[in-house]
């Protein structure tokens, strides 16, 4: 596939598989319907697939979307199918956008403290509730 469609956009649109086989770490490549891969999907009773069918299987190499594949009823074959990779390109990501309105901090090589201490009792290395030094309980 030439579109870029990740693990999570894929979820985002599908849900979780019915089944999966294989894992993402596995060494062992493996060949089906002409494409191959390490992990395989398994949908069977989707209710809003991009191709119109209640079954789908999805194929990884790793992170990488080999191919796809759907039918409508279990007495059919499998065929190739694209409409996957355009809804998830039609969707764009899933992620929200991020209002930038801050400036970004200039650069030095000047130190700049994070926040301003009131003395040794903020710099930390006591307990909560106990005077700095002292063992006594803070009331």
């Given amino acids: 596939m030439k579109q870029s ?3 999570n956009q894929i979820v985002a649109l599908l849900g979780t598989p019915d089944r999966t086989a294989g894992s ?3 060494p062992i490549e493996l060949e089906e319907n002409g494409i191959q891969f390490n992990e395989k999907w398994t949908y069977e009773h989707l209710v809003d697939d ?3 069918v209640p ?3 999805i194929y990884w190499h790793r992170y990488d979307l080999t191919g796809t594949m ?3 009823r279990a007495d059919e074959d499998w065929r190739n199918d694209a409409k996957l990779a ?3 390109a039609a969707r764009g990501s899933r992620l929200a ?3 930038n309105r801050h400036e970004s901090s200039k650069s030095t090589n000047q130190y700049r403290p994070v926040s301003e201490t009131s003395g040794p009792g903020d710099l930390g290395g006591y307990i909560m509730g106990q005077k ?8």
């Avoid at 700095?132 to 009331?139: D, E, K, N, T, Y």
């Fill in 70 to 72: 759907v039918r409508g």
């Fill in 24 to 26: 993402l770490n596995s």
């Fill in 50 to 52: 991009p191709a119109g």
């Fill in 97 to 99: 956008q991020i209002e």
């Fill in 132 to 139: 700095p030094g002292s063992g006594s309980v803070i009331q």
């Fill in 86 to 88: 355009e809804a998830v």
């Fill in 55 to 57: 079954m789908r299987v």
């Fill in 5 to 7: 469609v990740s693990r």
